[in-house]
Each structure stands twice: as structure tokens, then as C-alpha cells.
């Protein structure tokens, strides 16, 4: 029971300082952010950093893969059952990669993605193996199955433009954290209320069966 206990313990002490270190870490990169400051932050002592994670390049590549695993938490079920769907017909193709965005859309939309956003947004901007790990890991999955579903509800498209596609139907639901700032401004809202994600998830599954139903002129 004690040898259990330890590890409950332990296991918090290392969630506590990941959830913190994301937030550091996103906030002011990885040379700005300070160990020191996010022991303190975590109510933990500079050695937990060192035991836990060897280090601060360690501690940055384990936010990464804490990041890349609570996407897949979120978003691996949905993904699999979304492609499972997709086999059926170009239709079902199509509503199954609905299905998809209005799923990544309610992520995005989750208190939690603000600083995953953060930590995600430097890496985007100056990867570094911490990109690797949170491509591979988290983005790859879910491209892999929107270029999949857009091969079956679009086979017109050749391989590069179902890529370019996914990218681009991709970043409409990123745009709900990643722009948030601009999406209230926008709507003239100070926060994205019940209402107003409702209204922008229509908004995304609209342009989506759109898109998809969209032939060559």
C-alpha cells in the first residue's frame, strides 16, 4: 500500500509540474521559461525537475509528449470510429470527417487547449524535437485520417490536394483557440459562450459539406 501510495504520489507531483511547465514554457519559450520558477510554481522542490525529468530539455520534451497523449486521449475514439464510418461511401466519408472538425472544434473550445496552444504555437513557429514529438504523436493521426476520408468523399482530388485540404480544414478548427482573440473580436464577443460555439460549430460543419461537395468546373 505504501509502495502504491508513492506512486500516486509521485504521479501527481509529475502532472502538477507538467501542466505547469506547459504553461511556462508556452508563455515564454523554452529559454525565458525558469526551472526554478516552475518548481515554485508547482509547489515542488528544483529536484523534482531532475528526478522526474533529468532536466529542463527534458521537462520540455515530456510537456510535449503530455500534450501530444491528452490529444490523443481526447481525440483517438472519435478519429477511429470517424474513419470505421468513412469506409462505407463518399458520403459517409463526408460525415464522418464532419463528424472529426466538430470533435476537434469542441477541443478547442476546452479550457485546458489555452496553454497546449501556447506551447504548440512556438513549436509551429521554431520547431525543435519537441515538434517532432507533438507532430508524430498527436497532428499526424488525425491528417492522416482527414487525407483518408477526403480520398474517399473527393477521388477526383490527387494525393497533394487531399493533403492541402486537410491542412486547410484542419486549421478551421485550430482557428477557435488559435485565434480566439480575433474570432471575439470579431463577433463582438468577449468570450465564446454556449451560444456562440454553436453557432461557430454550424458554421465549420456547413463549410465542411461544402467543400467536400465542391466538383471541378
Known amino acids: 500500500m505504501n509502495c502504491?501510495?508513492?506512486?500516486?504520489?509521485?504521479?501527481?507531483?509529475?502532472?502538477?509540474?507538467?501542466?505547469?511547465?506547459?504553461?511556462?514554457?508556452?508563455?515564454?519559450g523554452f529559454?525565458?521559461?525558469?526551472?526554478?520558477e516552475i518548481a515554485r510554481a508547482s509547489g515542488t522542490a528544483m529536484s523534482s525537475i531532475t528526478y522526474h525529468f533529468g532536466g529542463k530539455q527534458g521537462l520540455y520534451l515530456a510537456a510535449a509528449e503530455h500534450i501530444a497523449a491528452s490529444i490523443?486521449?481526447?481525440?483517438?475514439?472519435?478519429?477511429?470510429?470517424?474513419?470505421?464510418?468513412?469506409?462505407q461511401s463518399s458520403i459517409a466519408a463526408t460525415e464522418a470527417l464532419a463528424a472529426?472538425?466538430?470533435?476537434?472544434?469542441?477541443m478547442m473550445l476546452r479550457p485546458e487547449t489555452e496553454a497546449w496552444s501556447r506551447f504548440i504555437i512556438r513549436e509551429q513557429q521554431f520547431p525543435t524535437e519537441?515538434?517532432?514529438?507533438?507532430?508524430?504523436?498527436?497532428?499526424?493521426?488525425?491528417?492522416?485520417?482527414f487525407i483518408e476520408l477526403i480520398?474517399?468523399?473527393?477521388?477526383?482530388l490527387g494525393q497533394r490536394e487531399a493533403v492541402a485540404?486537410?491542412?486547410?480544414?484542419?486549421?478551421?478548427?485550430m482557428v477557435l483557440r488559435a485565434g480566439r482573440a480575433a474570432v471575439c473580436r470579431a463577433l463582438q464577443v468577449e468570450q465564446i459562450d454556449d451560444?456562440?460555439?454553436l453557432l461557430l460549430r454550424a458554421r465549420l460543419r456547413a463549410n465542411t459539406l461544402c467543400i467536400l461537395s465542391e466538383k471541378p468546373q
Do not use: C, H, W, Y
Open 151 to 156: 480520398s474517399r468523399a473527393r477521388p477526383d
Open 130 to 145: 519537441a515538434f517532432d514529438v507533438l507532430f508524430a504523436k498527436a497532428m499526424q493521426p488525425i491528417l492522416n485520417a
Open 31 to 36: 529559454e525565458g521559461a525558469s526551472t526554478r
Open 165 to 173: 485540404m486537410a491542412i486547410l480544414l484542419f486549421g478551421q478548427a
Open 4 to 28: 502504491s501510495f508513492e506512486r500516486t504520489k509521485a504521479d501527481m507531483v509529475s502532472a502538477t509540474l507538467l501542466d505547469t511547465a506547459i504553461d511556462q514554457f508556452g508563455r515564454l
Open 195 to 197: 451560444e456562440t460555439a
Open 100 to 106: 472529426i472538425l466538430d470533435s476537434l472544434a469542441q
Open 72 to 87: 490523443r486521449n481526447l481525440q483517438g475514439e472519435a478519429v477511429a470510429r470517424a474513419v470505421a464510418a468513412g469506409q
